[in-house]
């Protein structure tokens, strides 16, 4: 049982391995030209160093540890991540199973402490194979479990799938066919329905297993001959080698020598030709039982004897699993119940902002209904001149102060993405006092003064960072008020740079705030050799808040309709100092800034162009937008005494460009 069991094992460790991409010369070349330290340089080591996991293990950690390195310096936690499960696979690979969960185990701590939830999924699933090659089946089946639980709420049929397999195994191996059947069925019918060839061929390989442990070794052998076209055909060649050492296996016990033989040999060629490992172990062995089996007793002895060396190193990392599982066992189990703490205060959050989005709703139906009303009246007042001259500036009026409006509620998405995080400081250390103090009361009950004493100083401690939160939440607030207070049309002296980034920002998190799915990358190059200059801040803030906004659906707009899945939206903003600038007209116009604002968006037609400053006109779907924004914007930077205009390029995007002068009256 404990033979057949690490097989399909075996199997389940593919999962690293299908999605190994191939090393090349130009990806060499792609990391060695780019000299910049971001976030894709760290993809570019990534991607080099994993073309190396299965046939030289030492160079691939030798990369992803420089990525690491890179990673940190950043701050890239998603790439920390990546690096973590790189290394796992190669523990894996190695069969250094307490080592693989471990690296899984710091990556998944790494995920909820940043949040980063997209990658739960991935973390569970890989420690749920992790701690099935250590043979701890209650473990994998309570990640598996967890894995399987978020695929559900996901309703990804191929997460189902994959995890429903997964879980079906650890069945599988214990004998309860009654449970494992009826998740291998699920996820066929799933394969099939998503023409997914790889995982329909993971499927059957299970099937096989039931063969074998029924004696019934000529079906085994016919679907060990389609998953080894299956494989073949995609080039997968450690499942190729192991496909060649189930064969001669099966032959074996069919009495079949000769094909028994071909198997094996075929196995230790392959993985002899591709520094396979494991599979050269494995092909040692098939090797040994076949000819144990038929009576070549000198030649079985040869071959065990190159089995037992290759297998030492094996026998010897697994000397410390124990201990390392025993380790492992107590930190999860705490992690555990800080989880369970966590989904508890989630599901309070879910609720809040499923009521949030129902009041939206609520809001969203008045404002139609009310636009229908007004759609109405206007039909009737169309009557008499003077009365639709009247209900026409009165609607002008009311979508002013909706653009205006509409640009608030920018500005307090971004004020809740931004004060949220000290909020949840001072909430996470105000419980952490509340316990501190239960266990104050307990210690001074038993007069342990000492231990009294270091509890007070960790409550003053925490206290003092309660405070500093605080403080920031509150400066945080005092900030945004001052920008959103009415304009009082009067100068004061500004920095353009802090405004524009800090702008930016804002309508980045008010977009993610109504779109989840939205990301985008921001580029700023800010002048620093810019003072502070006479503006109305407001007024101002509202233009590049606008244009920005604008930005940022251009390049989600292109997102949607690209074919070209590595195109990245890309809104960038800079200023810069402009000393004597020439007018429109070419006369002198004396000191002033630029203001940038550029997207990767479609571009706007040439025969639009000039109308987009119109007041109304708009390229927006109807009901997307009022046609006013830029309207608005154009008029407050002609007041300022400024000029704003725009430069565009079918695919490949826009620019609008501000100029303020200095020491301008209005």
């Not at 967890?146 to 799938?161: F, G, H, P, Q, T």
């Not at 119940?337 to 609720?351: G, S, V």
């Not at 251009?554 to 402009?578: G, L, Q, W, Y």
Request: aromatic share 8%; glycine share 4%; hydrophobic share 40%.
């Amino acid at each position: 049982m404990k033979k057949i069991s690490f097989i399909l094992l075996f199997c389940l460790t593919t999962f690293y391995s299908r999605a190994q991409i191939k090393n090349s010369d130009s990806l060499k070349l792609v990391m060695e030209s780019y000299k910049k330290k971001d976030t894709i340089q760290v993809q570019n080591i990534f991607k080099y160093a994993y073309g190396f996991i299965d046939k030289e293990p030492a160079k691939a950690n030798q990369y992803f540890s420089k990525a690491m390195q890179l990673a940190k310096e950043i701050n890239y936690k998603e790439g920390i991540i990546d690096i973590l499960l790189g290394q796992a696979a190669i523990e894996g690979r190695l069969e250094k199973y307490d080592a693989e969960v471990a690296n899984i185990l710091q990556a998944l701590e790494v995920a909820e402490i940043n949040r980063l939830t997209k990658t739960y999924y991935y973390l569970h699933y890989q420690l749920s194979e992790g701690y099935r090659m250590m043979g701890d089946n209650e473990r994998t089946r309570y990640h598996a479990e967890k894995a399987l639980s978020i695929a559900e709420s996901e309703r990804n049929d191929e997460k189902i799938a994959k995890t429903g397999l997964l879980l079906g195994s650890s069945y599988m191996i214990n004998g309860q066919w009654d449970k494992a059947e009826p998740l291998f069925d699920s996820a066929k019918k799933i394969a099939i329905k998503l023409n997914d060839k790889d995982l329909e061929t993971r499927v059957n390989s299970r099937m096989a297993y039931q063969f074998i442990t029924k004696k019934d070794y000529v079906a085994a052998i016919v679907i060990y001959r389609e998953d080894l076209l299956y494989y073949k055909k995609i080039d997968f060649k450690p499942m190729i080698a192991y496909d060649y050492v189930l064969m001669s296996n099966a032959f074996t016990q069919l009495n079949k020598k000769d094909s028994a033989y071909h198997y094996a040999n075929k196995a230790l060629k392959t993985a002899e030709d591709n520094n396979l490992i494991k599979e050269l172990r494995d092909a040692y062995r098939a090797l040994f039982k076949s000819r144990k089996k038929f009576g070549q007793y000198k030649e079985a002895l040869q071959y065990r004897m190159i089995y037992d060396s290759l297998n030492q190193n094996a026998r010897t990392a697994a000397s410390g699993k124990i201990a390392e599982k025993a380790r492992m066992e107590i930190e999860q189990s705490q992690k555990d119940l800080a989880t369970k703490t966590e989904l508890l205060q989630r599901e309070k959050k879910i609720a809040e902002e499923r009521n949030l989005m129902y009041s939206i709703i609520v809001v969203i139906s008045l404002i139609l209904i009310f636009l229908f009303w007004n759609n109405r009246q206007k039909q009737k007042a169309k009557r008499k001149i003077e009365e639709a001259f009247a209900k026409l500036k009165e609607t002008q009026a009311q979508l002013i102060q909706s653009e205006k409006m509409a640009s608030l509620g920018e500005l307090t998405a971004g004020i809740a993405h931004e004060i949220q995080n000290p909020l949840n400081f001072v909430n996470n250390f105000s419980e952490v006092n509340k316990e501190l103090l239960t266990e104050m009361k307990e210690e001074l009950e038993k007069g342990n003064l000492e231990d009294v004493k270091a509890i007070a100083d960790d409550v003053i401690s925490n206290e003092e960072k309660i405070n500093h939160h605080g403080k920031r939440a509150d400066a945080i607030v005092k900030g945004m008020l001052q920008h959103s207070r009415a304009s009082s049309a009067e100068k004061e002296p500004t920095d353009i740079n802090k405004l524009a980034d800090e702008y930016l920002r804002l309508a980045y998190h008010g977009l993610r705030a109504k779109d989840k799915a939205f990301n985008a990358e921001l580029v700023t190059d800010f002048d620093e050799s810019i003072s502070k200059i006479d503006v109305i801040p407001q007024d101002i803030g509202r233009v590049i808040l606008n244009l920005i906004t604008n930005a940022f659906y251009a390049t989600n707009e292109r997102k949607k309709t690209s074919e070209d899945s590595a195109f990245k939206p890309t809104v960038s903003i800079a200023t810069k100092m402009m000393d004597n600038h020439l007018g429109t007209g070419g006369e002198r116009k004396g000191n002033a800034v630029q203001i940038s604002v550029k997207d990767n968006g479609n571009g706007i037609p040439k025969d639009i162009v000039d109308k987009i400053f119109q007041p109304f006109f708009t390229t927006k779907p109807t009901g997307s937008g009022t046609g006013l924004g830029l309207s608005l914007s154009y008029d407050i930077i002609k007041t300022h005494g400024g000029e704003i205009a725009v430069e565009s390029t079918a695919s490949k995007g826009t620019t609008f460009t501000i100029i303020l002068p200095i020491n301008q009256e209005i």
